[in-house]
Structure formats: structure tokens, C-alpha cells
Nanobody
């Protein structure tokens, strides 16, 4: 089992910045990729960015150049630095961890943290 706890959400004006953190605990040795997803009002959950254990990153096209995902394996924590935020990026942001145990892949989710961008 893996437990994920997010922090860092809040209210920010358009053009502002926020940094999200997600701390993992439990069976952390089994975690491969970690990432951030978001779900806006009336929208489906979508990938924002993810990062492999070795640091390879992947971003949604809409956030490239503005968001940066990073990972501290020693602290079992993944971060999402969000700059130049837009009102349409108001959403609940969820941390995700993909774990592989005995060949089976498991998806773990945090409880979510609200990000509200005012215009």
C-alpha cells in the first residue's frame, strides 16, 4: 500500500504561481512513476505531468514551459511548480503514484488539493 498526501493548493490570481507537494509513504520501494492530474468543474481528470524514478518527465501540452515537475527520491516527494497560472486551470489537483508489485501495476491517488485561479 502507498499513501499520498498533497499540500500547497490555494487561491492565486491569474499569472501567479503555486507549488504543490506530494509525500509518499508505505510501500515506497514499489513506486515507479509519479505524477499530477487535475479535474476541473464538469471536466474529466487529465494528466498534467509525470516523472519517472530516474527523472524523465512528461507534460501536457497546455502546461509546457510554465509547469515543472520534480522528484526527491530521498524524501519520497514529488513537486509541481506552477507558474503563470490561468483561470481555466482551476481544478482539484491529484497526486498519482504507479506501483509495480510481482508484475502487477497499481495506481494510488492522493485526496486532492484545490487550486483556484482568479481572473
Amino acid at each position: 500500500q502507498v499513501r499520498l498526501v498533497e499540500s500547497g493548493g490555494g487561491l492565486v490570481q491569474a499569472g501567479g504561481s503555486l507549488r504543490l507537494s506530494c509525500a509518499a509513504s508505505g510501500s515506497i520501494f514499489s513506486i515507479n512513476d509519479m505524477g499530477w492530474y487535475r479535474q476541473g468543474p464538469g471536466k474529466q481528470r487529465e494528466l498534467v505531468a509525470d516523472i519517472s524514478r530516474r527523472g524523465a518527465t512528461n507534460y501536457a501540452r497546455s502546461v509546457k514551459g510554465r509547469f515543472t515537475i520534480s522528484r526527491d527520491n530521498a524524501k519520497n516527494t514529488v513537486y509541481l511548480q506552477m507558474n503563470d497560472l490561468k483561470p481555466e486551470e482551476t481544478a482539484v489537483y491529484y497526486c498519482n503514484a504507479k506501483s509495480v508489485v510481482s508484475g502487477d501495476e497499481w495506481d494510488y491517488w492522493g485526496q486532492g488539493t484545490q487550486v483556484t485561479v482568479s481572473s
